[in-house]
């Protein structure tokens, strides 16, 4: 059979967000939601508003660096709101935005087949390394 150009499907780089082209901005996104301690700070702040000081004690093993970067990041992507309240000290809290609320169903279904398949992963891990 012999397909003309409307017959196809268009090609990859005319397809708008199309993570799999160097140059797509999509990538960008996917390495901050890939992020684990993007994963891990969208968990807390789902529980509610919180300051710097409260995820990062309970994000255990995050440095302040780390979590200040994280924490801009979200900020400029739009997932997170900063709010500096005038009091003395000043309060910082953060929270998540509606679109960061919208990322909280994927990320927990992550959490969960991390979770459920912890035993596997690590039995693949373990043989894996007696081979190498």
């Not at 968990?43 to 801009?72: C, H, N, P, W, Y």
């Not at 169903?105 to 991390?114: C, D, K, N, T």
Request: charged share 25%; glycine share 10%; hydrophobic share 40%.
């Amino acid at each position: 059979m012999v397909t003309t150009s409307t017959d196809t499907a268009p090609a990859d780089d005319a397809l708008p967000g199309n993570p799999y082209q160097a140059g797509c901005p999509t990538r960008r996104i996917l390495d901050r939601i890939g992020d684990r301690w993007t994963v891990l700070v969208i968990g807390i702040l789902g529980d509610g508003e919180a300051r710097f000081s409260e995820v990062r004690r309970r994000v255990d093993g995050i440095s302040q660096k780390m979590l200040t970067q994280t924490l801009r990041g979200l900020e400029r992507d739009g997932l997170v709101r900063r709010t500096v309240r005038a009091e003395v000290p000043v309060r910082v809290d953060y929270a998540l935005t509606e679109a960061g609320r919208t990322l909280q169903e994927p990320l927990r279904a992550l959490e969960a087949w991390s979770i459920a398949h912890l035993g596997e992963v690590a039995a693949s891990q373990a043989a894996y390394d007696g081979t190498v």
